[in-house]
């Protein structure tokens, strides 16, 4: 056989792209993800997903759509997902010892709203009335604070109305109930079906003070064991969100198109407004100093007081901000 120069670099090339094609599949790492279909929740998700920036990093998601966080950590704690990310719901479960949160998405600055119809001009006309919201989220725990802060946080005050969100909104929409405390998009359905609605009040009203902490947990074995994958979806969600704050116009029309088509530009803007965002260098710092534990143990204490949750576990221990900051450098 006459083998030349040229045949030997040309067969090793060959066999090292054969080699090398294997060994970048066996780097994706698929982890089962569950997630809320709002804005504060998969915004950076989708952006990641759709610009390869998760898969980048030898991360693959097979994704799973819930209506509630309550749903998703039932789903996590039951081995159906590896993680989720979610809203409220962050800082309940991991308080009772049920996953690790290591990823803030974002504060959910005024997604959460209530609306009232017609009839309703103050808060104190809603003593004795009936409110629907999806007790044990983030409208639950703003409603919660919001009572409160308008002398209606007395039991007896008020009755909530414990439904789910789509169902909570359709009680509300048929004049069932005279209020709903809900998350948006769900004030889209209410704007558009019940024209005299308006919105008493949103989470703003209690910033920084109630702040609600959107975030990422995973299973705690699961975490144990994959603890530099969830390195590597912090890297891959840290570009996503960093291009969503620096090009939001560009993102939100990619998302609108391809994962929002019932909601209009317009509307989706008006809900990336309504949440605080920080990039990723931002972040660091309020990891670092313990401003996001503060902020998860308030409404840790929340769910421990309206969850009656004995033996809690505090955000210190259920939060891991070391990862982010091992990852995310200075």
């Known amino acids: 056989m006459n083998v030349t120069r040229r045949t030997v670099l040309k067969t ?3 066999l090292g792209a ?3 094609a294997p060994a970048f599949a066996q780097a994706k790492t698929k982890v089962k993800l569950g997630y809320l279909h709002t804005l504060a929740v998969d915004g950076q998700i989708w952006t990641g997903i759709d610009q390869g920036m998760f898969a980048k990093h030898g991360v693959e998601f097979e994704m799973t759509q819930f ?3 309550l749903e998703l950590f039932q ?11 979610t809203g409220a719901v962050i800082s309940n479960f991991p308080a009772r010892g049920q996953g690790i949160m290591f990823l803030c998405n974002d504060i959910e600055f005024a997604t959460a709203q209530l609306w009232v119809r017609d009839d309703v001009k103050s808060f104190a006309d809603l003593k004795g009335k009936k409110i629907a919201t999806t007790t044990g989220t983030t409208a639950h725990v703003f409603l919660d604070k919001a009572l409160a802060a308008n002398g209606l946080g007395h039991p007896g005050d008020v009755e909530i109305v414990n439904q789910r969100m789509p169902d909570a909104v359709t ?24 024209p005299g609605a308006r919105m008493l009040v949103d989470a703003s009203k209690f910033y920084p003070e109630a702040a609600i902490v959107d975030g990422w947990a ?8 994959n603890r530099a994958v969830c390195a590597n979806v912090i890297r891959g969600w840290a570009e996503a969100n960093d291009y969503m704050i620096k090009n939001t116009d560009a993102a939100l029309a990619a998302l609108q198109k391809a994962h929002y088509p019932n909601v209009t530009f317009e509307e989706l803007k008006n809900q990336f407004g309504a949440q605080k965002m920080f990039t990723s260098a931002e972040w660091r710092p309020k990891y670092a100093d313990g401003t996001v534990t503060r902020w998860l143990q ?7 007081r309206f969850g009656k949750i004995e033996n809690a576990v505090p955000a210190s221990k259920y939060f891991d901000a070391s990862l982010y900051l091992e990852t995310i450098k200075a």
């Open 12 to 14: 090793g090339a060959a």
């Open 67 to 69: 209506n509630t966080g």
């Open 18 to 20: 054969a080699l090398a």
């Open 218 to 225: 995973a299973g705690n074995a699961w975490y144990a064991k």
């Open 75 to 85: 789903a996590m704690i039951g081995g159906s997902i590896d993680m989720l990310s």
């Open 171 to 194: 009680a509300f929409i048929s004049g069932a109930v005279p209020a709903v405390a809900l998350w948006v998009p769900f004030n889209v359905q209410v704007k558009e079906k019940v």
């Open 298 to 304: 308030q409404v840790s204490d929340f769910f421990v």
